[in-house]
T-cell receptor, first 113, second 113 residues
């Protein structure tokens, strides 16, 4: 079974600061990778996903993530955060021949105005 | 509907009681998933439906948990003899047959007292 590790439990930063959230997974085969976001009081929403091709993927709201196969990592980045980016962020992994998502424990991001 | 709808949004029940949680997926989505999210953790897979049949129920924790989707649309997660450890947010997601993007509902927060 695969596992997903998110390095930070809670990140606090100021507006305009850069954000990077770490995600590592353990799985021996080919995977699809996702970042989901949950804004306060809302449901989980897809930020971005990687299936194949260019390892640098761009998502909504200025987020991007880079898949580094040799490091089993899929880190999320945003160059300049806004107060509205305050949310919980989940990394998720899905084996390419499967349909079950395995989620990390999540990282709470608090952006101070 | 416009999104995945889950009812009730909150449910408080006494230990030992039976509960039913309902999920109404996005219209036309053939795949439906149930996940459980405990406090401080990411969602964990419970069961996956493709159409009316449960294609994978390997995530159900024990035989007190059961789910149905009799007409291939609405699904009901049923929990018998509830225990305090069942307290969690139960999430439902759906996806179309030609997409791996899962759309999540807002969840049902179950509290067993």
């Amino acid at each position: 079974a695969q596992s997903v590790s998110q390095h930070n439990h809670h990140v606090i930063l100021s507006e305009a600061a850069s954000l990077e959230l770490g995600c590592n997974y353990s799985y021996g085969g080919t995977v699809n990778l996702f970042w989901y976001v949950q804004y306060p009081g809302q449901h989980l929403q897809l930020l971005l996903k990687y299936f194949s091709g260019d390892p640098l993927v761009k998502g909504i709201k200025g987020f991007e993530a880079e898949f580094i196969k040799s490091k089993f990592s899929f880190n999320l980045r945003k160059p300049s955060v806004q107060w509205s980016d305050t949310a919980e962020y989940f990394c998720a992994v899905e084996p390419s021949n499967d349909y079950k998502l395995s989620f990390g424990a999540g990282t709470t991001v608090t952006v101070r105005a | 509907g416009a999104g995945v709808s889950q009812t009730p949004s909150n449910k408080v029940t006494e230990k030992g009681k039976y509960v039913e949680l309902r999920c109404d997926p996005i219209s036309g989505h053939t795949a439906l998933y149930w996940y459980r999210q405990s406090l401080g953790q990411g969602p964990e897979f419970l069961i996956y439906f493709q159409g009316t049949g449960a294609a994978d129920d390997s995530g159900l924790p024990n035989d007190r948990f059961f789910a149905v989707r009799p007409e291939g649309s609405v699904s009901t997660l049923k929990i018998q003899r509830t225990e305090r450890g069942d307290s969690a947010v139960y999430l439902c997601a759906s996806s179309s047959i030609d997409s791996t993007e899962a759309f999540f509902g807002q969840g049902t927060r179950l509290t067993v007292v």
